[in-house]
């Protein structure tokens, strides 16, 4: 199974709970961090091989040993968080101040 380091570097880096930081503020710095079309691109391919691989558990890429986004109760809760904070924010990136 691929191990997605982009996602969970994404995860640790953006969405960490022990950072505090609201989910609003987490997604306008992962559009940021998307500086070339490059980086973009690489991301959103992972993100789409990710979505599709049905043996992904999102719970466990949400709440693990490494890192504490948030613990979904459910796989469907957890895909929900993922199309809100990682699929839309770069889809239509933010452009106002953090």
Request: no cysteine; charged share 30%.
């Amino acid at each position: 199974m691929p191990d997605y380091p982009r996602i969970k570097r994404a995860l640790h880096t953006f969405f960490n709970a022990e950072d505090g930081l609201s989910e609003e503020v987490s997604r306008r710095l992962l559009a940021r961090s998307m500086r070339t079309p490059e980086a973009m691109a690489s991301f959103m391919r992972e993100l789409q091989a990710a979505l599709a691989d049905p043996e992904l558990s999102w719970r466990s890429m949400l709440f693990n040993d490494e890192y504490e986004v948030v613990d979904a109760l459910s796989e469907a809760e957890a895909r929900e968080f993922v199309q809100r904070n990682l699929v839309e924010p770069l889809a239509a990136p933010p452009t106002g101040p953090l």
